[in-house]
């Protein structure tokens, strides 16, 4: 009796994280990147390894550094190659851009410029709105 009330329980809570980790498509997504800057040219762009998809046509880009920054984001899409998803925006330290011309369900690659040493983390956080 007890290993089978146990084996329910399992089933209950593995069924209960599932349930938790499926994705409706509601909630807004937040990206953390830290790109480390490769070059000190501050005209160099510098690239972050994942790719981040815009759920709606906002995302709200906050530079957590104490140096401004230049975001550039670039729409994977060899469909529409216009640049008019694209952007190219300088957030001075600690503020908050809200992009608000994403392509909804867009999958971009996202850079960005900081004159400062090569080595130097910069900590970007994207919160894609639905």
């Known amino acids: 009796m007890k290993k089978k009330l ?3 329980m399992i089933v209950f809570v593995s069924l209960m994280l599932l349930a938790s980790c499926t994705d409706d498509g509601t909630e807004n ?3 953390r990147l830290n790109i480390i800057v490769a070059d000190s040219d501050s005209t160099a762009i510098t690239y972050n390894r994942d790719d981040i998809i815009s759920r709606g046509n906002q995302m709200q880009i906050t530079n957590e550094n ?3 920054i ?34 909804s369900g867009g999958t971009y690659n996202i850079g960005c410029r900081a004159d400062a040493k090569e080595g130097s983390e910069v900590n970007i956080t994207i919160e894609s709105f639905r």
Request: hydrophobic content about 35%; proline content about 0%; aromatic content about 12%.
């Open 6 to 8: 146990s084996a329910i």
């Open 66 to 68: 104490r140096f401004d």
């Open 70 to 103: 230049e975001v550039i984001a670039t729409l994977q899409d060899t469909e529409d190659l216009s640049g008019d998803y694209d952007l190219s925006q300088t957030i001075k330290a600690g503020d908050t851009y809200l992009w608000e011309t994403a392509k």
């Open 29 to 31: 997504v937040i990206y």
